[in-house]
């Protein structure tokens, strides 16, 4: 076994051999301006229209339907900023859910200080939607639906077919970040209704600085940033030419290997499940248990810290996070944990786990024995432990 067990691979992926193969001309030796109108940006230029093929394909896209960026919080800024600039003249009214990633919610606070109104969805036990609120929350004055594809924290996948045709259905915009989804479950933006999706490189052991912003065909919105007249006009800067080759490469690679993994990553999350569930007191799953990713896995740990716990974990190898690495810095616990009904008491002793296809079972079982050898060490310590265990006996 290796000395390190990474398990974090919500937060970042170790990018391909592949990738990273592909990647390397376009440093070297094909380094031209792909917007210069010489024969040596030609190669650039081609292999970046290569690019967006790919990426269109995977999504069941148009290939002018993709615009590349510098990564998912871009694109999440880029479809909401723009979205209610473009739109403010049919209304001023958004909808979201208390569970989204800070991209799409501090975006959000952004245009309520600047005169927009947005809704908060409420979400279920397992960090569900409920469909039924959704629709009563769509207003005449509602110009834009933004619901995340799968949560970054406790992998539940929402409805977003559904989500889709009701926002369809009243002629409301949908958005959906996907940069956990994208590579790691299929994803067609018609089948789904989607009108504008997010997605990052380094999710799927493609590049960091790297992402996209899918906007479906005569959707008006206007540029995110200003200059030259690369991406039609829509986002300028000069092409991050081995960045979007990566991002691609990425792309195909995950498209050819996902049935494989998702049944891989299944098996081997539902195990480390099992025996945490079985082996360790008053653990708790957080998340939908079925309709989730399949590399997700996020417990809470009852008269613990969060923080203790990585940090024993990081001792014996083990990379692991409590959440969102955006996060990472704050004292509060989790929004989504608070969003799904836990108190402050137990959001604190959470841990999230997430697996690659490179993860194997000696692995997990190297995890499963940690976590529950630190979780009882750290609650050995705690007199509030000691207590609540004399009660409840």
């Known amino acids: 076994m290796n000395n390190m067990i990474y398990l974090d691979n919500a937060a970042t992926t170790k990018i391909d051999h592949e990738v990273y193969e592909a990647m390397k001309p376009y440093f070297e030796e094909q380094y031209g301006n792909p917007s210069s109108i010489y024969s040596f940006a030609g190669k650039s230029k081609k292999a ?6 790919t990426v269109a394909s995977f999504l069941g896209a148009k290939p002018a339907e993709i615009y590349f960026t510098g990564g998912g919080s871009e694109s999440d800024n880029w479809a909401l900023k723009a979205t209610a600039e473009a739109y403010r003249d049919k209304g001023n009214h958004i909808i979201t859910s208390k569970i ?12 309520e200080r600047h005169g927009f109104e947005v809704t908060y969805l409420n979400v279920d036990e397992y960090g569900m939607i409920k469909l039924d609120e959704l629709e009563k929350a769509i207003r005449p004055d509602t110009i834009l639906i933004s619901i995340m594809f799968a949560n970054n924290e406790i992998g539940t996948i929402e409805p977003v077919k559904e989500i889709g045709s009701i926002a369809r259905e009243h002629g409301v915009l949908f958005h959906t970040d996907a940069v956990q989804a994208y590579g790691h479950i299929p994803i067609n933006v018609e089948e789904l209704c989607i009108d504008m999706l997010s997605a990052s490189g380094h999710k799927i052991n493609g590049p960091k600085g790297t992402g996209i912003l899918y906007v479906r065909d005569g959707i008006k919105i206007g540029a995110f940033i200003h200059g030259g007249a690369q991406e039609r006009g829509r986002r300028a800067g000069t092409y991050n030419t081995p960045g979007i080759v990566g991002f691609a490469k990425a792309t195909e690679l995950a498209a050819a290997n996902m049935g494989q993994r998702m049944e891989k990553e299944t098996v081997l999350r539902n195990y480390l ?3 945490v569930l079985k082996e360790v007191p008053y653990a708790r799953l957080n998340g939908h248990t079925e309709k989730r990713l399949p590399n997700n896995v996020n417990f809470c740990f009852r008269f613990i810290e969060g923080e203790s716990l ?3 974990l990081d001792q014996k190898g083990i990379c692991a996070s409590s959440g969102s ?3 990472s810095g704050s004292l509060d616990p989790s929004h989504v944990l608070l969003a799904i009904g836990l108190p402050h008491e137990i959001a604190h002793g959470s841990l999230r786990l997430t697996l690659s296809g490179e993860t194997a079972k000696e692995e997990i079982d190297f ?11 750290l609650r050995s310590m705690s007199p509030l432990y000691e207590d609540f265990v004399k009660k409840d006996k």
């Open 48 to 53: 970046l229209d290569e690019a967006r093929e």
């Open 100 to 111: 989204e990633h800070h991209a799409v919610l501090h975006t959000c606070e952004y245009l």
């Open 273 to 275: 499940i099992s025996r």
């Open 310 to 312: 990585l940090i024993l």
């Open 325 to 327: 690495a955006c996060t």
């Open 367 to 377: 995890v499963a024995d940690s976590i529950k050898e630190i979780v009882g060490r």
